[in-house]
């Protein structure tokens, strides 16, 4: 199956610090999907992303399928960013039904 | 909107017993998905269903469990008997499909399973 390798595995930032988080993949993609695991275990799906750029508010995500990786820019954080970043992919196959396979994510702790 | 529902919260029970999880998608949307989060695994992708068919179920992990979608708005997964290794979060979520893609799954909160 694909893998999905996401770097760094952790990381603390002071508030109002920026970050890149990576996902690396080992095949071509058509879905790729980044999401936020709070504190409370809740899955907030942040981005569907299987190529370009986009942005929501202090977050953007870049995927470059062509070489296999996507990045997720967090400006400004704040302690509310805490928590572990996945990310998930499915592979560019006829009839994929979205279903993907989950990185190992980031966790991520914001400090005053 | 609502989102997905899940029930219950949460469910310990004692080793052997059956266990049923239940799964409400959001409204409109033609796929759900059943995972499985533990600590040694991550997250894990039991099973899902497009338009209340099962598609995929490989990543079930024994007979011991299994799931329906009588319909597009209830799906339950089932684990008969259930054993402490089975202890995991379990995860619904859902999505939409359209013919130039697929949309963003959208998670439940969660049933955390305690089997002791």
């Known amino acids: 199956g694909i893998q999905v390798e996401q770097s760094p595995p952790d990381l603390i930032l002071q508030e109002g610090a920026n970050s890149t988080l990576r996902c690396n993949f080992s095949?071509?993609?058509?879905?790729l999907q980044w999401f936020h695991q709070n504190p409370w275990g809740q899955l907030i799906n942040l981005f569907y992303?299987?190529?370009g750029t986009k942005q929501n508010g202090r977050l953007s995500a870049t995927t470059v399928a062509t070489e296999r990786y996507s990045l997720l820019y967090i400006s400004s954080s704040q302690t509310t960013d805490s928590g572990v970043y996945f990310c998930?992919?499915?592979?560019?196959?006829?009839?994929?039904?979205?279903?993907?396979?989950f990185g190992t994510g980031t966790q991520l702790k914001v400090e005053l | 909107d609502a989102g997905v529902i899940q029930s219950p919260r949460h469910e310990v029970t004692e080793m052997g017993q059956e266990v049923t999880l239940r799964c409400k998608p959001i409204?409109?949307?033609?796929?759900l998905f059943w995972y499985r989060q533990t600590m040694m695994r991550g997250l894990e992708l039991l099973i899902y269903?497009?338009?209340?068919?099962?598609?995929?179920d490989s990543g079930m992990p024994e007979d011991r469990f299994s799931a329906k979608m009588p319909n597009a708005s209830f799906s339950t997964l089932k684990i008969q008997p259930s054993e402490p290794r089975d202890s995991a979060v379990y995860f619904c979520?859902?999505?939409?499909?359209?013919?130039?893609?697929?949309?963003?799954?959208?998670f439940g909160d969660g049933t955390r399973l305690s089997i002791l």
């Open positions: 979520a859902s999505s939409k499909g359209t013919g130039g893609g697929w949309q963003p799954q959208h």
């Open positions: 095949d071509s993609v058509n879905n």
């Open positions: 992303i299987p190529s």
């Open positions: 998930a992919v499915e592979r560019g196959v006829t009839g994929g039904g979205n279903k993907l396979t």
């Open positions: 409204s409109g949307h033609n796929s």
């Open positions: 269903f497009n338009n209340n068919v099962p598609i995929d």
